[in-house]
């Protein structure tokens, strides 16, 4: 029984692993629960949201299984060491850990020496052990890199197991050459760009993988005047495992020189694909976007992208999309028949998309939308998140008809509302008067608590606070918080 306790104990920490608050405190329970959760802090001890150059017993521990030889070199150099630990340590720390991240480390080292030398030394030491005393490596981050690891004793046997690698475009090409012969089973692999200009390491490295499922690439940097893309080698070479992807992820910033024939060559050939990414869409027209068939697509997020853009890749998704997060404001007044588009953008998602749980949705107050919005509501029963922006840009409305349209936007909420939604966001001027909001909170009970954004400041008025404050204390809002409209739009941003 005892065992079987230990088995669910370490199913329940293992979804756990990214709440360190809760894990931390597991430890101090008992025996079992302690030597349960301690190999699972231990996998990753670098990805916890603590501050690092304050955690000493993380240092000593480490610095505890160096030789005594290293320990005496070390510390000729004037590299702190103490205090020591004076019992041997309760487990084999170093013997859980599956991964390494250079930034994090280098704060840890700091606390033994500020000294740019002696920080050196003592992380070729810390990688020579670690190559060592792990068992097999499975995450790797190497941005700030500063020594060539593969040349350690027993660094390419860890090395083989590597499926997710973090790097930067300032590395040397060099440095991902000597990785080419031996990580071949990458899984996920995230770059920063920080340069502008290609780097030919990583694009081999992207060549050799065989398993290549997930790939994210961040633009760090802007250079309006670079007349190249640094981008056209790696992305070709990725172009080559898209049908294996099924996460692609791109937030690009230079656009000066950019050939967009690299992406109208990638996208079309992301067969298998389930989370898109992207922010920016300008580069591809609508013959393209008609052959972009995702019959496994669940999360969509492209920042601008048009409705009516956004509507021909529903269509031709599969029925398994789960979040459609958009930037669609623009889209109220820039974008030409907004009015039909919009009408249709609402069919495709009840349509196409049943299981939908996170939806940005721009339209007009209007009443063919109306009727539109609570088909959507009534039919998408999974629906946990909406993000709702309307306006009355293309029409000649009163304040008393806008106010009214509002109102019933609200009452359509209370109406067919499915019972799985927990969160509103209100876009921009959408704003009701006192009495009609005390009316939708108090008919909303008896459902469960609703958390509410905004980007309209009326609602930081004490007389919207008061009433707020009392539907809060009656369990009928969890949070309700006005916030600049990016975040609001934002659909990654969490209340």
């Not at 070199?73 to 020591?84: E, M, S, Y």
């Not at 496994?296 to 599969?318: C, F, M, P, V």
């Not at 707020?468 to 006005?482: C, E, H, L, P, Q």
Request: proline share 3%; glycine share 2%.
């Amino acid at each position: 029984m005892s065992k079987l306790n230990k088995d669910i104990l370490f199913l329940i920490f293992e979804e756990l692993q990214d709440d360190s608050k809760s894990l931390f405190s597991s430890l101090m329970v008992n025996r079992i629960w302690c030597e349960t959760v301690i190999p699972i802090l231990w996998r990753d001890p670098w990805c916890y949201g603590i501050n690092y150059i304050n955690k000493n017993y993380l240092f000593m521990i480490i610095a505890s299984y160096l030789s005594d030889d290293i320990k005496e070199f070390l510390t000729r150099q004037g590299i702190q060491l103490q205090p020591v630990l004076f019992q041997p340590l309760l487990f084999d720390y170093l013997s859980f850990c599956r991964s390494i991240n250079v930034n994090t480390l280098n704060i840890v080292i700091s606390i033994g020496s500020s000294l740019a030398y002696n920080q050196f030394l003592l992380q070729q030491e810390f990688y020579c052990l670690f190559m060592k005393k792990f068992p097999e490596l499975k995450y790797f981050d190497m941005r700030s890199i500063k020594h060539q690891i593969l040349y350690f004793p027993e660094a390419k046997t860890r090395l083989e197991s590597l499926c997710e690698l973090k790097c930067d475009t300032s590395i040397d090409s060099s440095y991902f050459y000597g990785l080419v012969s031996i990580c071949q089973n990458i899984q996920r692999l995230i770059i920063v760009n920080v340069i502008s200009k290609t780097n030919s390491g990583i694009a081999k490295l992207i060549e050799v993988q065989k398993n290549l499922k997930y790939f994210e690439w961040t633009d760090n940097f802007y250079d309006d005047f670079f007349n190249y893309s640094p981008y056209k080698e790696i992305f070709l070479e990725l172009e080559k495992k898209a049908g294996f992807l099924n996460h692609l992820e791109l937030f690009f910033l230079c656009f000066e020189g950019f050939d967009f024939t690299i992406m109208q060559g990638l996208l079309p050939k992301l067969h298998k694909i389930k989370t898109l990414k992207i922010n920016e869409f300008d580069f591809i027209d609508e013959s393209l976007l008609k052959t972009l068939v995702y019959n496994d697509l669940e999360i969509l997020n492209i920042d601008y992208i048009t409705i009516n853009e956004a509507s021909i890749i529903i269509e031709n998704s599969g029925g398994h999309l789960k979040k459609i997060s958009l930037k669609p404001y623009d889209s109220v007044y820039y974008e030409d028949n907004f009015s039909e588009n919009s009408l249709n953008f609402i069919r495709r998602i009840y349509e196409k998309c049943p299981l939908i749980e996170y939806l940005s949705l721009a339209f007009l107050p209007s009443k063919n939308h109306f009727i539109e919005f609570e088909k959507l509501l009534q039919v998408c029963q999974n629906l946990k998140s909406l993000l709702l922006i309307t306006s009355n840009f293309y029409m000649q409305r009163t304040d008393e008809k806008i106010l009214e349209n509002r109102e019933e936007i609200l009452k359509i909420l209370i109406k067919s509302a499915p019972t799985n939604l927990r969160e509103i966001r209100f876009f921009d001027e959408f704003n009701v008067s006192l009495e009609v909001l005390g009316e939708f909170f108090e008919k909303w009970k008896g459902r469960p608590a609703l958390s509410i954004l905004t980007s309209n400041s009326i609602y930081e008025g004490e007389d919207y606070k008061n009433l707020i404050n009392k539907y809060k204390d009656n369990g009928v809002i969890r949070s309700f918080r006005y916030e600049s409209y990016v975040n609001v739009e934002d659909m990654n941003y969490r209340i």
